[in-house]
């Protein structure tokens, strides 16, 4: 099963763009990335997803690698509400076992 | 409103009571999962269903029991209880297709004495 490698915890600056990395260098040609939020006592949210080139939505942006080894997720202008724990995960092809990291902690500071 | 619903929200029961969460999705979506959160664990797949009577293993599937006898309801189901289920639990759904994502419900808060 593909898996993905992201720190632990981050910390960003209020009003700052935010870059979190996740690696997936198990990744196969058919597998999506996706990246879902967790919001204090709230259930995970889904964020952004891509396949190979980068995407845009209202909440954020996505980065892949040219190799999609890895990808980044961007928080153009952090605020308070954006502090949440962040999954980078891959989504299967037939849409079977989906394996969740322990994501990234995100503070954002006042 | 697009949603994934559980019930309970919160329950303390006893070691070797039977109980089922329950868990019902309004989008007519073929995929639905269950996972439960622990500390320092993360989001670990319980169980899936791929759609109607097609239900598989995910990571830690021992102690529980699902059924998919309708598209809507996935029930998890733990025939006797132990303190180590002791657990949030979440469900989700999603089209059956990769690009889709999943929706959360709400959680589960369960507690096995």
């Known amino acids: 099963d593909a898996k993905t490698t992201q720190p632990n915890s981050m910390e960003s600056n209020e009003e700052e763009p935010v870059h979190l990395p996740c690696n997936h260098s198990t990744i196969s040609g058919t597998d999506y990335i996706h990246w879902y939020r967790q919001l204090p006592s709230q259930g995970p949210e889904y964020v952004i997803h891509?396949?190979?080139s980068n995407v845009n939505n209202r909440m954020a942006s996505l980065a892949i690698a040219e190799d999609r080894k890895s990808s980044t997720l961007i928080l153009h202008r952090a605020t308070l509400r954006d502090a949440a724990v962040y999954y980078c995960?891959?989504?299967?092809?037939?849409?079977?076992?989906?394996?969740f990291g322990k994501g990234t902690r995100l503070h954002i500071l006042p | 409103e697009a949603q994934v619903t559980q019930n309970p929200r919160y329950l303390i029961t006893v070691t070797g009571k039977k109980l089922t969460v329950t868990c019902s999705q309004n989008?007519?979506?073929?995929?639905m999962s269950w996972y439960r959160q622990d500390p320092g664990l993360g989001l670990r797949q319980i169980y899936y269903?791929?759609?109607?009577?097609?239900?598989d293993k995910g990571d830690v599937p021992e102690g529980y029991k699902v059924s998919r006898k309708e598209k809507r309801n996935f029930p998890l189901i733990l025939e006797s209880p132990s303190p180590n289920q002791t657990s949030l639990y979440f469900c989700a759904s999603s089209r059956t297709v990769s690009n889709q994502p999943q929706h959360f419900g709400d959680g589960t808060r369960l507690s096995i004495l």
């Open positions: 269903s791929m759609n109607v009577e097609v239900t």
């Open positions: 989008m007519n979506h073929e995929y």
């Open positions: 995960i891959l989504k299967p092809y037939r849409d079977d076992k989906i394996i």
């Open positions: 891509g396949l190979t």
